[in-house]
């Protein structure tokens, strides 16, 4: 399986840009999308193939990254912004998910 | 607005059957692959089964293969998931979404979960 690999949290202050990090244990060409998950909610899309942004997703969001290497960043971070982030890759089989980046606000 | 909403959760005893079910709304059904997906108590999201339009394929990951199955009744605008031999490790939070495109494409709506426990 693709492990995809997350650092566990993140610590920022409102107004800084933060960066997310996701690598891949095996290329998945641009088939990497990001998810947005508050406490007690259902995720939410905010990145699809790496760099597209999703609809309804303020432009304080954008992706990059192709083959193993992928960020989501976050330029300025609002106190809404506070939740766990998922890296999805849809490339091979099985689809997977990264463990996660916590994201709080300090 | 789309909108999917699951039904079926509950707690069941190890070995045996549960069916969950997505009412799905807000969208021309019968267009999009559907998938499931499962999260596990403070855990992390796991793809659990897609389906295409017709139903006519499916796909699944190996650590539900030949347990779980996912259906679809597009004249209900519908999905389901029929789990068989449920184990412990089955325990989470499961969650129907929808694909923008074919399989190869994210989970664009999802709903707001289902919980499954399994235990004695």
């Known amino acids: 399986d693709t492990v995809l690999t997350q650092s566990p949290a993140l610590a920022v202050s409102p107004g800084e840009r933060v960066s997310i990090s996701c690598r891949a244990s095996?290329?998945?060409?641009?088939?990497m999308h990001w998810y947005q998950q508050k406490p007690g909610q259902q995720p939410k899309l905010l990145i699809y193939?790496?760099?597209n942004l999703a609809s309804g997703v303020p432009a304080r969001f954008s992706g990059s990254g192709s083959g193993t290497d992928f960020t989501l960043t976050i330029d300025p971070v609002e106190a809404d912004d506070t939740a766990t982030y998922f890296c999805?890759?849809?490339?091979?089989?099985?689809?997977?998910f990264g463990g996660g980046t916590k994201l709080e606000l300090k | 607005e789309v909108q999917l909403v699951e039904s079926g959760g509950g707690l069941v005893q190890p070995g045996r059957s549960l069916k969950l079910s997505c009412a799905a709304s807000?969208?021309?059904?019968?267009?999009?692959?559907m998938a499931w997906v499962r999260q596990a108590p403070k855990k992390g999201l796991e793809w659990v089964a897609t389906?295409?339009?017709?139903?006519?394929?499916?796909y699944y990951p190996d650590s539900v293969k030949g347990r779980f199955t996912i259906s679809r009744d597009n004249a209900k605008s519908s999905l389901y998931l029929q789990m068989n031999s449920l184990k412990s490790e089955d325990t989470a939070t499961y969650y129907c979404?929808?694909?923008?495109?074919?399989?190869?494409?994210?989970?664009?709506?999802w709903g707001q979960g289902v919980m499954v426990t399994v235990s004695s």
């Open positions: 979404a929808r694909h923008p495109g074919a399989i190869t494409t994210p989970f664009d709506y």
């Open positions: 807000g969208f021309t059904f019968s267009n999009y692959y």
């Open positions: 389906i295409s339009t017709s139903g006519s394929r499916t």
């Open positions: 095996e290329g998945v060409n641009s088939y």
């Open positions: 193939k790496a760099s």
């Open positions: 999805q890759q849809s490339w091979n089989d099985p689809r997977t």
